[in-house]
């Protein structure tokens, strides 16, 4: 007889962020709809590098309040690393000294963020402005 069919194996769902990186996200998502102010590191505003400083400190993660000095104190990575809690910027050239504005990576394309003056920190597309070109893992 011929051997039975080998059923395709199940899709394997995405990985849950590590403890850390729930905790910043958790800590991130609770500011939704904070204003941006320049300089804002909370507790009632934000700028981009404040709000991912704070997440990440409420994760027990000591970052700067600065972009750039963010992506050199954390481990760049690739764009098809990305995971959950990752930090995502935008330069002028790709290099991290002209890196003006960041964000939190939350899985699907997704980012959270402190985008400019005027607006609330706010859930969007990673590609929904200018994509992204730098990469980087607390």
């Not at 403890?19 to 500011?31: C, E, L, R, S």
């Not at 990575?77 to 990305?82: A, N, Q, T």
Request: hydrophobic share 40%; proline share 12%.
């Amino acid at each position: 007889p011929a051997p039975a069919p080998v059923p395709a194996p199940a899709p394997v769902p995405a990985p849950a962020p590590a403890g850390g990186a729930q905790a910043a996200i958790a800590f991130a998502k609770a500011q939704l709809g904070e204003p941006y102010v320049w300089g804002g590191a909370g507790p009632d505003s934000w700028d981009c590098s404040g709000l991912t400083m704070g997440a990440w400190g409420a994760a027990g993660s000591s970052l700067p309040h600065y972009s750039v000095a963010q992506y050199e104190a954390t481990t760049p990575i690739s764009e098809g690393s990305l995971q959950p809690g990752d930090l995502v910027f935008w330069s002028t050239d790709g290099s991290a000294s002209s890196i003006y504005h960041m964000a939190m990576y939350l899985g699907g394309g997704q980012i959270i963020q402190a985008p400019r003056t005027g607006s609330n920190v706010e859930i969007v597309s990673m590609y929904g402005w200018i994509a992204p070109d730098l990469f980087s893992r607390v």
